[in-house]
């Protein structure tokens, strides 16, 4: 069971997008595919529910560990082979939550174990930030891609992130991989963007 991380610091890039994608190629590829939505807004949850603030159970629903079991908020849909975890803005109490955790960032790997074998791959969207959402993810993951747009600043913002996980590597996940970068938006209008493009 492959888990995938989604992640970039910066918003707009259209990280979910990608997230939502992918998760539909590896469906299409006859793979059992978990999408789990770990931001706030619901984003990556918003096409399987006409109201992510009415879906009955959540990925909160199950944080922390003794709230319940994952199959709980894993949801059916009409799409053959994907199934979601959805998210809303309940998630943004989420460190308010696991604020007295001292392994807090364990969580959600901890969660996957109940489901192992069930799936051949999990998607994780990470939110546009370096909380502990983020950490979570990171830390739950075996590999992360990192999506971007061919900006400056786009790329510069990566660097935050490249720095959490190394940290994440060191103290929590040492297997973490960076699956590699991918421009999800690039300008063709100038010479700048195509420079960014080719790093």
Do not use: W
């Amino acid at each position: 069971m492959k888990k995938i991380g989604i992640g970039h610091n910066k918003g707009g890039v259209g990280k979910t997008t990608f997230c939502f994608c992918l998760g539909g190629a590896f469906a299409e590829m006859d793979k059992r595919v978990l999408m789990v939505d770990m931001e706030q807004r619901g984003s990556l949850s918003s096409p399987f529910a006409k109201n992510i603030n009415d879906i009955p159970c959540v990925i909160t629903d199950v944080l922390p560990d003794d709230r319940g079991p994952t199959k709980t908020v894993v949801h059916k849909t009409d799409f053959e082979n994907i199934d979601p975890v959805p998210a809303n803005l309940t998630l943004g109490r989420l460190e308010n939550d696991l604020i007295s955790e001292r392994d807090s960032h364990y969580c959600l790997a901890d969660k996957f174990t109940e489901i192992e074998g069930q799936y051949d791959v999990i998607l994780l969207d990470a939110p546009s930030n370096l909380g502990l959402a983020t950490r979570s993810v990171l830390t739950a993951s075996e590999g992360v891609i990192i999506p971007l747009e061919a900006q400056d600043y786009s790329v510069k913002r990566t660097g935050y992130l490249d720095t959490v996980i190394q940290k994440v590597r060191k103290r929590g996940n040492p297997s973490l991989t960076v699956l590699g970068y991918v421009t999800n938006r690039a300008t063709t209008g100038g010479d700048r963007s195509s420079r960014i493009s080719s790093r």
